[in-house]
């Protein structure tokens, strides 16, 4: 593809700035430079990865060797074995974000979704700021497109919180990095409480990045995410593929637990969420071997499901 014909990452999120409409930022998501060339076969506008969770005993290439072996084009930054137990944390540098980046590069993966923890709103606003900015900077760093926010538990501290992350999403739009917040319990356990965490800070930069395995585990099972989807109606940008078990349990590969992984996408697509990033988080755990063979499973399954949308 010539130089001309591409579209900037900062070309992406100021357009989508722009004009505020999610399908936009959703059908172009896999033009991005952090995830250009890596689409999936036949053009498909979503893009089925896979998170470094599953290997979480082991150092973060070991997962991303995994990955790459299973058959994803994608790579979702998220827990590891490290003194953060973190890939990417307000405590790296731009230096290993970087090396992190270029590791996932070598091994053809992109990257459209980090998790880099919590940020320390607890001590201030100014320190909560910092700290935010700082993921958003080892984000740009190693190519990432979306930054997952986990939410907070703590009512005292909602507001600051979300003070915080409204205080960058224009700095995050201009490195080309989104914010996403997904259920994750707390006060952000549901697609309401997401939505209303979104129209909190006010910003097109600001989205929800759906989990329907957690609907179900913050519910104890009885919180149908089908149902839950509606409510997120035009704010879906990406979402984590978890499935679950009763009781209480989310270690187990999509496809084999109670989520209709078919009816929520359907839903989530009637509400506008066209194409964009599906990463595997969770699998059924065991050795080396016998979670790549699960990942293989995962992708085999979304590849399916996908195909019927």
Partial sequence: MGSSNRITRRDFMGNAVKFGV???????TGLLPAVCGAQTAGGSSWQIGCYTRPWD??????ALDAIAEA????????TTKSATKLVISIATTLEEAKQVGDEAKKRG??????????????KS????????????????ACGAANLLMGGIGNEKLYDVYFKAIAECCGYAAEKGVGISIKPHGGLNATGPQCRKSVESV????FRIWYD?????????????????????DGLVVGMCIKDYVHPKKVAVTPGTGKVDFAAVLARLKKGGFMGG???????EPGDQENILAEAKKARKFLEEVMAKL
């Fill in 22 to 28: 999610a399908g936009f930022a959703l059908s172009h």
């Fill in 57 to 62: 005993k082991y150092e973060y290439r070991v």
């Fill in 71 to 78: 058959g994803f084009k994608y790579v979702g930054l998220m």
């Fill in 109 to 122: 993966l992109a990257i459209p979704s980090v998790y880099g923890g919590g940020i320390q709103v607890e």
């Fill in 125 to 140: 606003l100014e320190a909560g700021i910092s700290g935010l900015k700082k993921l958003i900077d080892n984000c740009a």
């Fill in 202 to 205: 006010g910003h097109k930069n």
């Fill in 212 to 232: 329907s395995g957690n609907i179900l585990y913050y519910s104890n099972g009885e919180l149908d995410p089908v149902i839950d989807a509606a409510s997120v």
């Fill in 277 to 283: 990033p599906l990463i595997v988080e969770c699998l």
